[in-house]
């Protein structure tokens, strides 16, 4: 599942909307919605986003929310760590290698921690 796909989701229940509901309104087949929201599809498109959009009536905030985690909804990532330090490279190893072994409490944790650095040094 991508953090797009699992918010998609939450929006559709929470509105009582079906999958086939929100396909047709979208123009797409609820199988692709199906596997946008699992994580079988990978980062949405700028148009589909944007109907996303508009079919939740969502603003601001919330319309913000829903590009970053688009943004952030990539299912097979790649980093380049050519250039970068030693200890880029082997943190970046370690997490393809063993990210399947954490649990989500862990996951939200090294991701808080991530942000909190970020935070503190600017960026």
Known sequence: MTPFG????????????SQKQMAEALGVSAAWL????????????????????????????EADEL???ARASHPRVTVDTSGLSASATLFANL????????SDTD????????RAKLADSGK
Do not use: M
């Open 67 to 69: 590009r970053r985690l």
């Open 107 to 114: 996951l939200d944790e090294l991701v808080q921690f991530l």
């Open 95 to 102: 997490v393809a290698e063993q990210i399947s072994e954490l």
């Open 6 to 17: 699992e918010k998609v989701r939450q929006l559709r229940q929470a509105r009582g909307v």
């Open 34 to 61: 199906s596997a946008l929201e699992n994580g079988r599809r990978g980062r949405p498109n700028w148009d589909f986003l944007q109907r996303v959009i508009a079919y939740f009536n969502v603003i601001w905030d």
